[in-house]
């Protein structure tokens, strides 16, 4: 990724913020057929031994498990190196909003937005009480706070198992963190104002407004 030195980010703490508040991932895959890219929402966690860890699950059906076949329930895949992208708010930003084109003309339009990328090692997972530990962990995250959250253990157990059947855990142990965080931060303050009020006038939200004009990084 083209990395100036003031769009990096380097605070771990900041890029584990944006994987965290947008979870679903581009994962990035190197195999025998080519690159392969996959699409699914990704959970953060810390092993016991303090390895960050992102866990996920793809249809068992999806050849990418393949290339981690092995051996018993739990198939290892430690060559198999992959990033996971997590993408932030990003918003297009328009010349109008910059007080220079009201005194001299001389600007365009650029996009702002916020990435992560996750390097690491890639496993694969296909044992129930692993699968049940993970769609338990994902559920209870996306169903907090509403009315009458859903939980796994109201669809019957039969029906579940087979539904476990259907799917394979996927395991990306973090390695590096590469984090990009492109928002008018070298332009002046009462331009970066104006992406702020011209954002908020295309109906984004002041966080992500604040994001996308450099005032915050999450």
């Not at 100036?4 to 679903?24: G, I, L, Q, S």
């Not at 890639?122 to 907090?144: G, I, M, P, Y």
């Not at 253990?153 to 059947?165: K, Q, T, V």
């Not at 332009?187 to 702020?196: D, L, S, V, W």
Request: glycine letters at 10%; hydrophobic letters at 40%; a negative charge.
């Amino acid at each position: 990724m083209y990395q100036p030195r003031h769009f990096a980010m380097t605070d771990e703490d900041a890029m584990m913020a944006v994987v965290r508040a947008y979870p679903f991932a581009t994962l990035v895959t190197d195999g025998d057929q080519g690159v392969c890219i996959d699409h699914l929402p990704l959970m953060v966690e810390q092993t016991s031994q303090g390895a960050l860890v992102l866990r996920g699950h793809i249809a068992r059906a999806n050849a990418l498990w393949r290339l981690g076949e092995g051996e018993g329930e739990r198939a290892d895949a430690a060559a198999i190196e992959a990033v996971a992208i997590f993408h932030g708010p990003d918003a297009y930003i328009s010349p109008g909003w910059y007080p220079d084109k009201h005194r001299h003309g001389r600007v365009v339009p650029t996009w702002n937005y916020q990435v992560v990328h996750a390097h690491g090692r890639l496993a694969f997972q296909r044992e129930s009480d692993w699968l049940t530990s993970h769609l338990t962990s994902l559920v209870d995250r996306f169903e907090a706070g509403r009315e009458a959250p859903w939980a796994v253990d109201d669809a019957p157990e039969d029906y579940l198992e087979g539904m476990r059947r259907g799917i394979v855990g996927v395991e990306l142990e973090v390695t590096r963190l590469v984090g990009k965080h492109k928002a008018s931060q070298h332009k002046p303050q009462e331009e970066r104002e104006g992406i702020r009020e011209g954002l908020r006038g295309d109906g984004r939200s002041a966080c992500d407004a604040a994001v996308l004009c450099g005032d915050q990084q999450r």
